[in-house]
């Protein structure tokens, strides 16, 4: 029975690494406009801004003041989105943790399939919990960013 239970263990580890990779991807498709208006706009923005501080006429030290005052809004950006970012991965992992928790109790009182099992269904409901605020977070920071306004 003991070989059992630990295929049937293996097989859900797949399956929920299987997911999680389902969540990355998802993830980054939903984020890849909030990335790109980052990494490109921003970029873009900056790169223009500092090219103009250099002027022959300006010191060395105003310089520097101009390029850091163009690295402003780039830095703020990519700052709020990985605080939110990890936020997020933060309710994910907390949630999942809850799972683990539960699976440990369970397993102590119970068959051990019956608590497989829930431990898979419980860490695909945390999942999709998860995935539902991830439009939200994502609106949240086009608006913050002001992108498609």
């Known amino acids: 029975m003991d070989h059992v239970a630990a295929m049937e263990q293996q097989l859900v580890s797949e399956r929920m690494r299987r997911k999680l990779n389902e969540v990355n991807t998802a993830a980054q498709a939903q984020l890849a406009p909030v990335q790109d208006h980052i990494n490109f706009t921003l970029q873009q923005a900056y790169f ?7 002027d ?11 390029v850091e005052h163009c690295s402003v809004p780039v830095v703020n950006a990519q700052q709020h989105f990985e605080n939110e970012m990890a936020k997020f991965q933060e309710r994910l992992n907390r949630s999942l943790m809850v799972c683990q928790d539960k699976f440990e109790s369970a397993k102590l009182q119970q068959n051990k399939t019956d608590s497989i099992n829930e431990l898979e269904s419980c860490v695909n409901q945390s999942i999709e919990d ?4 991830l439009p939200h977070l994502v609106g949240r920071m086009k608006a913050s960013f002001n992108i498609g306004v």
């Open 130 to 133: 998860n995935m539902k605020t």
């Open 48 to 54: 223009k801004c500092a090219y103009e501080c250099f």
């Open 56 to 66: 022959r006429s300006r010191r060395q030290e105003e310089i520097s003041n101009c």
